[in-house]
């Protein structure tokens, strides 16, 4: 019996993926390649803009065109939101929501021995929303496709329903994982080799609050008790939930890489306020002041979203101002989509359309600027950096080599190349190359494709992360892959800096 999985979404729904291969893998499945032709395919949904259920329902569709035969089960945020809209897809024999996902391989199991015919209606197993409110474990995590990095979930829930959001209806309410659980699987995750171990959940900030831990402190000391030669790395945390105290706190651990992802969203105080987001620009740039007291190349990367329902010109350029007021390293651009069912979407004064389209590509030329700010300024700095790749082209950023096996480059690949409809198809991409300014560093591609790659990586080109968020290209064979190098930050290239290993 074999079984391949596809996920679409963020970080938690990979997690959870994992884990849900750990449990198929228990039940005697072997897990294959969602190319082949398998037995079972189990599709992990994601729900947070409209695209993204059209996205997954193709994935559906697609997975049952490979084998018409073969068991179709579908899990994550679109199908708890919108379960009966799922089960009506042709093919479709499993639907569970987010809390369930523990007993879907046991059901696709069941269900997979049982004669053909008896399997006509699908059969549902989705909590309302008023139910989520028990942290469900998937087991502990033995491996997964990186080798390097392994995301670990910590936290399910969010009670913050921003306007423009639809999560907390598909999540539910927080709650948080048992800290001596979340240490006990990175104890063994870095007894196998794993250098970097990142936190993660659908808000991160909230872990502990249910558990009276009162915030995540207590779990990174405990990690940072950990015996071992490794990092730990926070997914993100929302300014929501914490203040300057808070992220002081936390400065103390020295396995506690120097990056946040702070989410900001908008740097203007009435927009925030009419996100229902709990804090304004001056409670934000307190958080980066008490970060860059400590280091003053601390990295800070945010989400900032343009065109939402009513913004003005002005307001748009307080966003465009805090980019560099607060030198981020890197600044994820997103343009406002209406989420049906969430308040913003009901808005009769939308942004147009070019509007934002003219206010995302302003943004990602400011936050590109700004992140070469950042990068000259780091310019002769020693910096730990962990290696993930060797082999990769530094031109053509094709895989030549091994690599860490880190399932967002995939994943993003993938439903750009296997997208059965090509309109939407060609929507991901446009949208991918105005949203995301990483897509958008033409300057330094533009110098790196004009140098000779043998001169600057004669035994080959190594890539990795420092611990405040640069990318680092260096000169290396494949004995750095894997490990732990100090690195002599050279001058920007590419997306990220040329480094000198030490």
């Known amino acids: 019996m074999k079984a391949a999985f596809h996920t679409l979404g963020c970080k938690v729904n990979q997690y959870e993926t994992e884990a849900i291969k750990e449990q198929f893998r228990a039940l005697g499945w072997e897990i294959g390649d969602e190319e082949e032709v398998c037995d079972a395919y189990v599709i992990n949904t994601c729900t947070v803009t409209n695209l993204a259920d059209r996205k997954s329902r193709q994935f559906i569709r697609r997975a049952r065109r490979l084998n018409p035969d073969a068991l179709v089960a579908v899990t994550g945020c679109y199908a708890q939101i919108k379960p009966e809209e799922v089960a009506a897809i042709e093919g479709v024999e499993i639907v569970t929501g987010t809390d369930e996902k523990g007993k879907l391989a046991e059901m696709v199991d069941a269900r997979f021995r049982e004669e053909q015919a008896s399997r006509r209606e699908a059969k549902l197993l989705v909590k309302p929303y008023e139910k989520l409110d028990h942290y469900e474990s998937l087991g502990e995590i033995r491996e997964m496709e990186s080798r390097t990095r392994a995301f670990i979930k910590i936290q399910e829930g969010c009670n913050n329903f921003c306007t423009y959001c639809i999560i907390p209806y598909a999540r539910g309410k927080i709650r948080s994982r048992a800290a001596e659980d979340v240490i006990e699987e990175v104890r063994n995750l870095v007894a196998k080799g794993y250098k970097e171990i990142v936190l993660t959940g659908i ?298 290993v030490r």
């Not at 009435?270 to 709990?278: I, W």
């Not at 601390?298 to 607060?326: H, K, N, Q, W």
């Not at 190359?433 to 080959?460: I, M």
């Open 203 to 500: 808000n991160t900030a909230f872990y502990g609050q249910d558990l009276g831990y009162g915030g995540i402190e207590p779990l990174i000391a405990g990690l940072d008790a950990l015996e071992g030669d490794f990092r730990i790395r926070l997914s993100s945390l929302e300014p929501t939930v914490i203040d300057a105290a808070y992220v002081k706190g936390l400065m103390k651990y020295p396995k506690l890489c120097h990056h946040l992802h702070l989410a900001l969203q908008s740097g203007s105080d009435h927009v925030l306020s009419e996100m229902n987001r709990h804090y304004t620009r001056q409670d934000f740039l307190d958080i980066v002041e008490v970060l860059r007291e400590a280091d003053p190349h601390y990295g800070i990367s945010t989400d900032i979203i343009v065109g939402f329902p009513g913004e003005t010109e002005d307001e748009f350029r307080d966003s465009l101002r805090i980019v560099s007021e607060a030198s981020f390293c890197k600044t994820h651009v997103f343009k406002y989509s209406m989420r049906t069912g969430t308040p913003a979407a009901a808005r009769t004064d939308q942004v147009p359309g070019e509007t934002k389209n003219d206010r995302s590509r302003a943004l990602i030329a400011e936050s590109d600027r700004v992140r070469r700010e950042f990068f000259l300024a780091s310019r002769g700095e020693t910096r730990r950096v962990l290696f993930e790749e060797f082999g990769k082209d530094p031109v053509t950023g094709e895989d030549q080599g091994m690599d860490n096996g880190d399932g967002d480059s995939r994943l993003e690949n993938r439903s750009e190349s296997r997208a059965e409809d090509r309109g939407a198809e060609n929507k991901v991409r446009d949208d991918r190359s105005e949203n995301q300014s990483e897509d958008k560093d033409r300057e330094n591609r533009s110098e790196s494709r004009a140098e000779d790659a043998a001169v600057l990586f004669p035994d080959g080109c190594v890539t990795g992360y420092t611990d405040n968020y640069i990318r680092v290209y260096a000169n290396g064979g494949p004995v750095l892959f894997d490990q732990f190098r100090d690195v002599e930050l050279v001058r920007p290239y590419r997306d990220g800096m040329l480094g000198r």
